[in-house]
């Protein structure tokens, strides 16, 4: 299944991952659990390209996800995943068969050359807000806590006007936010230089 993903980012404070907790009346309960292993080749082709590859566990299901750039937004590839094809990845004694494989063939990414690069945990909450879904994340990864704020859209400019208000009326900055992916991948080799 394919979709053309359009989201807003913003890293938060705890402070402001706060604020927006409680003023949207969210409590700890309405937070699930996500987990996700990062895979790419060792020479990082899927980051230099732009892509993320990703399997997410959520509600003790799994589901194999591609980003691609796009026009506008992420195209996001996805499909279940049956718990036996996400040890064997893990493990990198094989590769899923399915879309996601045939695309990486096409792009001349050699799946077995793929390897497992870690596990970043998201703990989220979700609620409508006007015409999109905000999402509250607190990240960890490595010995990284990190709290973001998402919105997803359908419409790019009413999306854009929608998160600029939202941030405008709870005084937040607005701050260069890189995907998880990206981030994760750069405290990664910030702890391999240091060790």
Do not use: W
Not at 2 to 24: A, M, P, S
Not at 43 to 49: E, G
Not at 66 to 77: A, D, Q, R, Y
């Amino acid at each position: 299944m394919q979709h053309v993903e359009i989201e807003f980012k913003n890293l938060l404070t705890k402070q402001e991952f706060d604020r927006l907790k409680n003023h949207f009346s969210i409590q700890e309960i309405d937070f699930f659990c996500q987990v996700n292993n990062y895979f790419d080749t060792p020479d990082f082709l899927l980051k230099t390209n732009g892509m993320a590859l990703r399997i997410r566990k959520k509600n003790n299901s799994f589901e194999l996800t591609l980003k691609e750039p796009n026009e506008v937004g992420l195209l996001e590839t996805n499909e279940p995943i049956a718990k036996e094809d996400v040890q064997a990845m893990l493990a990198g004694t094989s590769f899923f068969q399915g879309e996601i494989k045939t695309r990486l063939e096409q792009l001349n990414i050699r799946t077995d050359t793929i390897v497992h690069f870690g596990q970043l945990t998201t703990f989220r909450a979700e609620f409508p807000y006007r015409d999109g879904l905000a999402v509250l994340d607190k990240n960890l990864y490595f010995k990284m806590v990190d709290y973001e704020l998402e919105y997803e859209v359908t419409d790019e400019k009413i999306g854009e006007k929608h998160f600029t208000d939202l941030l405008h009326t709870f005084q937040i900055p607005r701050r260069k936010t890189e995907n998880k992916i990206v981030r994760f991948y750069k405290e990664k080799m910030r702890q391999q230089s240091i060790e």
